[in-house]
């Protein structure tokens, strides 16, 4: 009885470990001074993946979003070249403030968006939302890499 709980012990950590591998999703809150924001977002941590980021969706619901990390902290370029929705971005220092803001990214646009500042993170919603949800500059955001 014993050998058979450890067995299934194990095959369910098995599982949930395959989960937690192939599962690219975190739990992200902005905080500001009115409310937490609480998004599911995929993360693009390597360079394909930010090479990738949105492109080809079709569409993305509200409490979604993509959350680009980045090696270290720099100036961050990004485009919507085959990015079917338009996008609101934040830009996120290492110490996890928004520092930079850009508004209603045009899709498929292959201009150049940069943020103001050095960011180590940038992270990429439904266009509309920064306004909507009263996220502002200097607003902290949490997330587990």
């Not at 090696?71 to 110490?95: A, C, G, H, N, R």
């Given at each position: ?57 079709e569409k993305l619901s ?57 960011s180590k993170y940038a ?23």
């Amino acid at each position: 009885m014993l050998h058979s709980k450890i067995i299934i012990l194990f095959i369910n950590l098995y599982f949930i470990g395959l989960y937690a591998f192939t599962n690219d999703k975190v739990d992200l809150i902005i905080y500001n001074i009115n409310k937490y924001i609480k998004l599911n977002v995929e993360v693009a941590k390597t360079s394909e993946e930010r090479s990738k980021g949105l492109m080809y969706r079709e569409k993305l619901s509200n409490n979604e979003g993509m959350l680009f990390i980045f090696p270290f902290e720099d100036v961050i370029q990004l485009w919507m070249k085959d990015t079917y929705i338009p996008l609101d971005v934040i830009f996120i220092s290492k110490d996890k403030k928004i520092v930079d803001i850009k508004y209603n990214m045009r899709e498929f646009s292959e201009n150049i968006i940069k943020s103001r500042v050095k960011s180590k993170y940038a992270l990429e919603f439904n266009a509309g939302l920064i306004k909507k949800l009263s996220i502002k500059i200097g607003d902290n955001v949490f997330f587990y890499e």
